[in-house]
């Protein structure tokens, strides 16, 4: 009976090969839109190493004057000193990484008079931040600790810097200037795709960093900062000067400026959280911290959930898709209303020649299965475009500063998302069938039988 | 075979009760040919929609092959009217679009034949009909007759026990009417029951029985004898 169906299933598409192209034309579009917007969500939202982020955390004290407002969630937490990320790097504790983060620019430049020089803007980190957020390195490796400590000149390049300054040849060991300092190069990474940059708390997204280098060095050398300085008012109006100046008393002061990431395994998470009300204890001892302890110790999902719902133009856009689509699908039930009610009478006649109901409503669950599949594969080429269309836009906005390299993966419609927009594809059509089907099966059989 | 005992059949509105036939009380044997006649609006389709399962009844018992079929489920009055009734419609109710072969198929689809077996039996029905050589024709290439005669092979292919047939001739000429109901004849003389609705009373004479309807009420009328009489007059 199931290949009789489908016989009748596929003569129905070819008889009315226009009403079958629209209504397919009509669930193409729905999705192809549907799927653009959901897949720009699902890349965009998608977190940051999946198989560790639960571990990941972001570490936020909260060290503001005794007159600051009351913050009840982490985004509107300040960042951590300068020193107190040292005091809280020097912690040991078994199995916990950290890290910290803020940026610099710089003007790169090599030896070779024929390469132009490159501005670019760095994240300043230490060497925890390769093994705890896994950059891909295309030659070499991350500094170490002993590096570090010494504050020696090295400098981790991005493979968009080593291809213009090197042409893309392995440059580990060549020495790149910044200003006048002089670094060696001890790595390169590959590209690296992150759906969202979370380690500056920016969550932008294709924007990925030109180079690392140790914040020890960035310090002793005294290079700009670019960074948000949350001061005391006794710091408040210089605080813009902390950007290139008064190093010394920004390393002093309480401004917070510094983003500070742990990796802690899930049985010291209690633990750590502890060592960090027991290092504020200490500090408040000392005069510092004068506010009643306040910690966030905020993991990657919980932070991507927090930005993915926040993300305005994502969710209008969704709802707008989905409305859009639903749409579409009300047109598709107008479509196959009038197409199905056009057979009430075939369908008289073969209830009156033994057809069961279910036999009806199979043969045009097939024919709407069919129209699913055919919608979700043109759906598909219709998201693929807007896909296109969209990251183009994203990069003729950006002025051609994102490239088409780091934006690729953010656009890219994956087995995930193939596989959704086909089951989405047939699963509305077929629910969107649903009153059609009914209405046609529920056609008594001598209805139609006497008219001429 | 075919037996009513007090059916009746109302159609309702949010106003309106129509009473469709009232307490019918009838009794049709096997290998019978009945013709049934009366008014326009008598309720002869009706009639003829409760006897092939076509509608469902609220009053009296109808048991057909000896199966009551007050009740049953619809799927099971599909099963019946696959497998026991053969219906031929005065508008042929043929499907445009298929070849004659597949029009005939149409019924023994349903009731999930091989394909051998299906071949066989719609080759058979449409010899007997005179149209083995046209089967991939489609109803549109034939005349009004053909297409009856079509109807009558997809009726009878499954071989089922009744036949029903709502005014048959109706939309044909005189010459094609005579060469239809020499068929039904036909059938019937090889054991097949036909309960035929028509307005023909010469069709009508030539059953071996008559009912009349009026105003949804049955007079059944035998009528054998005297179609002898006239036949031989």
Redesign the interface.
């Known amino acids: 009976?199931f290949n009789?169906n489908l016989q009748l299933a596929l003569?129905s598409l070819k008889?009315r090969p226009s009403l079958t192209f629209l209504t397919i034309l009509t669930i193409a579009i729905g999705l192809g839109l549907y799927t653009t917007i959901k897949t720009m969500s699902y890349q965009g939202g998608q977190v940051p190493l999946a198989h560790k982020s639960k571990n990941i955390f972001l570490v936020q004290m909260d060290n503001r004057e005794i007159t600051a407002e009351e913050v009840d969630h982490q985004s509107r937490m300040v960042d951590t000193t300068y020193k107190d990320t040292l005091n809280l790097l020097a912690m040991e504790m078994p199995g916990v990484e950290q890290t910290l983060n803020w940026y610099t620019y710089g003007i790169l430049n090599i030896e070779d008079e024929n390469i132009n020089p490159v501005r670019a803007t760095a994240s300043v980190t230490s060497s925890n931040f390769f093994t705890m957020f896994e950059p891909p390195f295309l030659y070499g490796n991350g500094w170490d600790k002993a590096t570090e400590d010494s504050a020696e000149g090295v400098i981790v390049i991005s493979k968009l810097m080593n291809d213009k300054l090197f042409g893309g040849k392995n440059s580990v060991g060549e020495n790149v200037r910044i200003g006048t300092n002089v670094l060696k190069i001890i790595g390169v990474l590959d590209t690296w795709h992150l759906s969202r940059k979370f380690y500056d708390r920016g969550f932008r997204s294709g924007r990925p960093d030109n180079f690392f280098i140790p914040h020890t060095y960035a310090i002793a050398n005294e290079l700009p900062r670019l960074a948000g300085f949350d001061c005391w008012k006794a710091d408040a109006d210089i605080a813009r000067s902390f950007r290139n100046e008064n190093t010394q008393r920004l390393l002093n002061s309480e401004c917070a400026w510094v983003t500070f990431w742990a990796e802690v395994p899930d049985e010291q998470i209690e633990n750590y959280q502890q060592q960090l009300v027991n290092y504020m204890e200490g500090q408040k001892a000392l005069g510092r911290f004068p506010r009643e302890i306040l910690t966030f110790v905020t993991n990657l999902n919980d932070q991507f959930a927090y930005i993915n719902g926040r993300d305005d133009f994502m969710n209008v856009f969704s709802i707008i898709s989905t409305l859009f689509f639903a749409v579409c699908l009300l047109n598709a039930v107008g479509i196959l209303l009038a197409k199905f009610m056009r057979r009430t009478?075939?369908v008289s006649?073969?209830?009156?020649?033994?057809?069961?109901?279910?036999?009806i409503i199979a043969q045009h669950v097939i024919e709407v299965a069919i129209i699913g599949l055919l919608g979700g594969l043109l759906g598909l080429v219709v998201a693929y475009l807007g896909l296109q269309g969209m990251m183009n836009i994203q990069i003729y906005s950006s002025d051609y500063t994102r490239r088409l390299e780091d934006l690729q993966p953010l656009f890219a419609l994956d087995f995930t998302m193939i596989a959704n927009a086909f089951i989405t594809g047939i699963l509305c059509t077929l629910i969107a069938s649903i009153y059609p089907i009914w209405r046609l099966c529920n056609t008594?059989?001598?209805s139609q039988?006497?008219?001429? | 075979m075919l037996r009513m005992e007090n059916v009746s059949k109302i159609y309702r509105t949010e106003l309106v009760e129509t009473h469709a036939l009232r307490k019918v009380d009838l009794h049709i044997k096997a290998g019978e040919f009945v013709s049934v006649t009366g008014p326009s609006g008598s309720g002869k389709?009706t009639f003829l929609?409760l006897a092939?399962a076509?509608?469902t009844f609220e009053e009296g018992d109808y048991f057909l092959d000896g199966q009551n079929v007050k009740g049953l489920s619809?799927?099971k009055l599909?099963?019946i009217?696959?497998?026991k009734i053969g219906?031929i419609?005065?508008?042929f109710?043929l499907?445009p679009?298929l070849p004659l072969f597949d029009n005939v198929d149409?019924?023994l689809?349903?009731?999930?034949m091989s394909a051998k077996e299906r071949k066989e039996r719609i080759e058979h029905a449409l010899e007997t009909v005179g149209l083995a050589s046209r089967m991939k024709h489609l109803p549109t290439q034939l005349s009004g007759g053909q297409q009856q005669r079509v109807a009558i092979a997809?009726a009878i292919a499954g071989e089922p026990k009744f036949l029903l047939a709502?005014e048959p001739t109706g939309n044909l000429d005189s010459l094609m009417a005579q060469q239809v109901m020499e068929l039904l004849e036909d059938i019937n003389s090889k054991g097949t029951t036909i309960i035929m609705v028509t307005h023909d009373d010469q069709l009508a004479r030539r059953a071996h029985r008559n009912i009349q309807i009026f105003d949804g009420q049955v007079s059944d009328i035998e009528k054998a004898v005297a179609n002898d009489v006239i036949r031989s007059a």
């Open positions: 009976m009789y003569k008889d009478k075939e006649l073969r209830r009156a020649l033994g057809a069961k109901k279910k036999t008594p059989p001598a039988l006497k008219s001429q | 389709t929609n092939g076509l509608e619809d799927d599909s099963e009217r696959n497998q219906f419609f005065q508008s109710n499907l679009d149409v019924p689809r349903y009731r999930g997809r709502d």
